[in-house]
């Protein structure tokens, strides 16, 4: 079975502090993602990973960045912590080929004071 | 670009059959996912379309029409396990890695 894990399932945070979230896959899935849930927006992607230190903006890429320096670990940073960046973060995995399907992480609720 | 909508909520009983609608307007797409996600928890993956028509998996059934945009999870039996957020998502063509884009999500409760 795909095991995604990530760092800590909960995390209170100052506004303006650095952040780091971080999230492993045990699959060797070249593809991985980072997805911000909030109630009424649904999932929305904020970055994704084809490949070791390739990365590409998703929808909502303001605020944050990334960092992949190994296959199966991909991170993501907020820079300088606010308060709308209070959320559940997911990370996912996939393969390249097929249907595509993703799989993710437990999460990460993240709260900033 | 992609616009999916789904029901916010739906309630149902325990025992009885359930239908999650999603419609979606997009330019294009490769293929329909339905994940299911029980509170505090991960989405998981349950069901892909990609041509027209009902697949089958125990009792969760989904559907796919392309040419009214249209597709919809199917719940018989249902249980109180079954109570969770059931997310609809398509991949878009042309994206290269294989990105989702996911509607809000249908929050559905089975009650005794």
């Known amino acids: 079975d795909v095991k995604v894990t990530q760092s800590s399932r909960y995390l209170v945070k100052r506004t303006g502090e650095k952040v780091f979230l971080e999230c492993v896959q045990d699959?060797?899935?070249?593809?991985m993602f980072w997805y911000r849930q909030d109630p009424g927006l649904g999932l929305r992607l904020i970055y994704f990973?084809?490949?070791?230190?390739?990365?590409e903006k998703g929808d909502i890429p303001e605020g944050y960045s990334v960092s992949r320096e190994k296959k199966e670990r991909f991170s993501l940073i907020l820079e300088s912590a606010s308060t709308n960046q209070t959320s559940m973060y997911l990370c996912?995995?996939?393969?390249?080929?097929?249907?595509?399907?993703?799989?993710f992480g437990p999460g990460t609720r993240l709260t900033v004071t | 670009g992609q616009n999916i909508d789904q029901p916010t909520e739906m309630t149902a009983t325990e025992g009885a059959i359930v239908q999650i609608n999603c419609t979606y307007q997009?330019?294009?797409?490769?293929?329909l996912f339905w994940y299911q996600q029980h509170a505090g928890e991960a989405p998981t993956f349950l069901s892909y379309?990609?041509?027209?028509g009902l697949e089958e998996k125990g009792r969760f059934s989904s559907f796919l029409s392309r040419s009214k945009g249209y597709s919809y999870l199917l719940l018989k039996e249902l249980q109180m396990k079954d109570s969770a957020s059931y997310l609809c998502?398509?991949?878009?063509?042309?994206?290269?890695?294989?990105?989702?884009?996911f509607g809000t999500g249908t929050r559905l409760l089975v009650s005794p």
């Open positions: 379309n990609v041509l027209d």
């Open positions: 699959m060797d899935h070249e593809n």
């Open positions: 998502a398509v991949t878009p063509m042309n994206t290269g890695f294989q990105k989702l884009v």
């Open positions: 997009t330019s294009g797409f490769n293929g």
């Open positions: 990973s084809y490949d070791v230190k390739m990365k």
């Open positions: 996912a995995s996939s393969l390249p080929s097929g249907r595509g399907e993703q799989y």
